[in-house]
């Protein structure tokens, strides 16, 4: 197997020791195939200890110590997505994936490039959009092969032959599990636009919201749009997906109306695009993540489960 391709954005610390260097890149691509911050930690550190379980020699007769761990946090990932559908079906209410602030580990360096260099313009998924809260959701509908495919192909631009090393299939096998997936993701998420153009209507969107303006709210929503909350049965959430224009922008009313003095929504950055954060009396219950298409808010992904806001809680 060759040695990993390091994306421009997640390159290995030079001044840290070759095999810790790793962790930051291991975790990013567990993150994406996870959606979940907590459970790509415990899959990287699972990673670390097979390596250190090693005997020095062991290790020794390893030509690439990056494309092994790569290997093993891979293999390690697709054993927790093989049974994350039986988890989430006890999950309460909808599970969606856990959104990261601005400091997370894939904004070090230069986003929205890419190692693969295809030769077609199309047949790749960027670094913002791989980390997008819309493109996370669609990979939860893929299955794992899918996922995995897609995510070493097409984010971190390792060869189909490595990762039919990895999942124990044929390359062929593999680019066609990622060409499915790519179809998937271009099928359901048009281009978003500039992101000046996005993060001015999530202004737009949270200025009408604190003035409680139903109309407002109405035409700067798509028609069928959709409102999606998260709150693990630890908070109230609304249990199903709330569909359409009105019935979102009467929704939101509601809750401004109901909400307390000290409640603040601020603009922040969510997985790489613009969001709201919501905070009450300084600590955060709340964060939101936005897809807009065609000048509309098409999806809205409110996070309201506190073990999945630990990231924006911390410090």
């Known amino acids: 197997m060759t040695d990993h391709v390091t994306t421009h954005h997640e390159k290995p610390d030079a001044g840290l020791d070759p095999i810790i260097s790793e962790r930051q890149r291991l975790t990013g691509l567990a993150y994406r ?37 790569t290997t093993v946090a891979t293999r390690v990932c697709l054993d927790l997505l093989r049974s994350a559908r039986v988890r989430r079906e006890r999950y309460v209410g909808q599970w969606l994936p856990e959104p990261l602030p601005e400091q997370a580990t894939w904004n070090n360096g230069h986003p929205g490039t890419t190692t693969t260099n295809p030769t077609d313009p199309a047949d790749h998924v960027t670094l913002d959009e791989s980390v997008s809260m819309a493109f996370l959701v669609v990979l939860e509908s893929m299955t794992p092969a899918q996922r995995v495919a897609l995510i070493l192909h097409d984010v971190f631009g390792y060869p189909f032959a490595d990762i039919a090393q990895i999942t124990g299939r044929t390359p062929a096998a593999c680019r066609e599990l990622a060409s499915t997936a790519r179809r998937r993701v271009r099928g359901t998420l048009p281009s978003q636009g500039p992101a000046a153009h996005q993060a001015r209507i999530v202004r737009d969107f949270k200025r009408a919201w604190d003035a409680r303006d139903i109309n407002a709210l109405v035409s700067l929503l798509a028609p069928g749009a959709t409102f999606t909350v998260d709150g693990g049965g630890v908070v109230a959430a609304a249990r199903h997906p709330i569909q359409g224009s009105e019935e979102i922008a009467r929704y939101l009313t509601d809750l401004a109306t109901l909400a307390p003095a000290s409640l603040t929504i601020s603009e922040r950055t969510v997985n790489h695009q613009a969001g709201l954060l919501i905070e009450h009396a300084g600590v955060t219950v709340a964060v939101y993540a936005f897809n807009i298409a065609d000048g509309h808010i098409t999806h809205i992904w409110a996070m309201r489960n506190p073990y999945k806001l630990r990231p924006w809680t911390a410090g």
């Open 33 to 69: 195939l996870l959606g979940s911050l907590t459970e790509a930690e415990d899959a990287v550190q699972e990673t670390y200890a097979r390596w250190y379980a090693m005997s020095r020699r062991q290790q020794d007769t390893i030509a690439s110590p990056g494309a092994w761990l």
